[in-house]
C-alpha cells in the first residue's frame, strides 16, 4: 500500500487570462490554474468552472483552450504551484505527480462544471492537499479564500475509506459508501 502524501499547493491571483499567460510565463513552468467566472447564457453568482494542470503553464492559458473560451463573463484565473517536497520513486509521467494528484482529488470532490474527466472514481492513494492563498505580489497571503467553493483542505484518506473537505468553517464528510 502507498503511503499518505501530504500535499501544499500555493495559488495565487486573481488573474484575466492575458495578465496569467504573462505571470505563467515569468514566473512558473508546471503548474495547475483554477477558473471561475460564468458560462453563456447562465445566471447566479459566479462559479468555480474548472480545474488543469500543465507541465508548460504559460503554453496552456490560451484563448483557444477548450475550458477556459466557454467561461465567457466575469472570468478569472489563480495559478497554483507545489509548495511541498516531492514524492520518492520514480516518474512514470511527463506531469509531476504532486500537481496531478491535487487535480485529481478537486476535481473527484468538487465537481467543477467544465471538468469531465477523473470524476468516475477517487485518487488511487491517501492524500492531503492544503490549497493556500495568495495576492499577485506572491508575498501577501490572503485572509479570505477567492470562492466559497475552493477549499482550504481536502483530505481523503484513501481507497475504502472516506474523505474531508475543509472549506472555511465548514467540513463536508465523505464516507466510503459515497466515494
Not at 67 to 84: P, Q
Not at 101 to 114: D, G, N, Q, R, T
Not at 162 to 178: L, M
Request: glycine share 10%.
Amino acid at each position: 500500500m502507498q503511503k499518505h502524501v501530504a500535499i501544499i499547493i500555493d495559488w495565487y491571483g486573481p488573474y484575466t487570462l492575458t495578465d496569467a499567460k504573462k505571470v505563467a510565463k515569468e514566473s512558473f513552468g508546471a503548474g495547475g490554474y483554477v477558473a471561475l467566472g460564468k458560462q453563456k447564457n447562465k445566471r447566479g453568482p459566479s462559479l468555480f468552472q474548472y480545474i488543469g494542470i500543465s507541465s508548460k503553464l504559460a503554453q496552456r492559458l490560451t484563448e483557444d483552450h477548450a475550458k477556459l473560451r466557454l467561461i465567457t463573463r466575469n472570468r478569472i484565473l489563480w495559478l497554483g504551484e507545489v509548495a511541498s517536497t516531492g514524492i520518492p520513486g520514480p516518474k512514470n509521467k511527463k506531469t509531476d505527480i504532486q500537481l496531478d494528484l491535487a487535480e485529481w482529488a478537486h476535481i473527484f470532490f468538487l465537481k467543477p462544471k467544465l471538468n469531465n474527466k477523473k470524476l468516475g472514481y477517487p485518487p488511487g492513494r491517501g492524500l492531503t492537499v492544503i490549497n493556500r492563498w495568495w495576492q499577485k505580489d506572491f508575498e501577501t497571503a490572503r485572509t479570505r479564500r477567492p470562492h466559497n467553493n475552493l477549499p482550504d483542505m481536502i483530505d481523503y484518506f484513501g481507497p475504502g475509506y472516506g474523505a474531508k473537505i475543509v472549506c472555511g468553517n465548514k467540513v463536508n464528510r465523505w464516507s466510503p459508501s459515497d466515494i
